[in-house]
């Protein structure tokens, strides 16, 4: 016969269950009174029946596909960078926040190698439950591009969470160069082709891009020495090996600020607070070479969409705390924020850019 038993929720009447069991226990009741058992031992039965039955009620009625409240266990911020270079310290400095204010579990990972291939393919490697988020910059952007036969694509495998901080690069020559500004520099690589070099701290970063786009965008030629670390390359600039290199701010404050090294121009379209003596690149007369240095979070494509949501919401909160844009600040870099729909948008833009950069300039990198 069919039993009038109420639909399963996330909350469960057990007294309503039990009344709408009545007929099954009742006839289970009847039985026992037939039996020779003991007194005890038929309440005993009979309440374990009724026991019994509500718990398997009870187990079918959790609702199909149902997790734990995101987050449930610990955050993995993959680094395709080393550490404490821009983009490791920007997701060092939210990952602390969300720990301290979310009450998170998040932990940062370096996993530099292959032009940010390694980190990105860890990240999706793993399941797309918002978990592992690949901390992104400009030669993320730039590496399919750059590398032959590169297994994903950077701006459909990835879900965009969000764009944490925006930062410049500042233009610096060894002293010993005889230009103090950007059009003597231009002059002067006209005037002695592939005399001077210009340092990165390797292939496919943000020191070699830039370089590239400026030679393109002026017509100018120059050697580029590419280095494994950002302190040797600073190393050979100080001692007069290479005679200009595009820089993110805080290695060099200190070297420009005592004279070790010249700065030509920072490359936003406003002064930076700590650099506020040194002119834009819009100042120095080269509007083009406007160049973001910026830092974002991707997680793998299929994370659901509230996951990315609150992702997304708690890294706004961070960014919004003195504490952050005070850290920020201390390595030149202003947070961004905004939208998971912006911050793809601004991937997808950054992938063309770099695109025609290395097309032009004739990159290629073996892996």
Known sequence: MERNIPQCGTHVDFAGVLHAMGPTVHAAEARLHKESFPMTQQLFCLYAKRI?????LAATCIPAGAQSPFPSSTIRFVSPFSASTPPDIISRIIAKELSESEGWRVIVENRPGGVTTIAAVDVLSQPADGYNLYTMSVPSVAAPSLVPNISYRVDTDFEPVIKASVSYNVLVVNPSVPAKSVTELVALLKNQPDKLTFSSGGFGTPAHLIGEQFKLQTGTHAQHVPYQQFPQAIGDLLNGTNSFMFITMLPVIDLIKTGQLRALAVTGPKRVPVL???????EAGFPGLV??????FAVKRGTPKDVIAKLNGAINRALQKPAVREAFAKIGAEPAGGTSDEYG?????QVAHW???VTEAGIKVSQ
């Open 52 to 56: 019994a039955a509500v718990v398997i």
């Open 276 to 282: 506020a003596e040194i002119p834009t690149i819009i």
């Open 291 to 296: 160049v973001e240095d910026w830092t974002g």
């Open 345 to 349: 948008k601004v991937v997808s833009e």
């Open 355 to 357: 695109k025609s950069v």
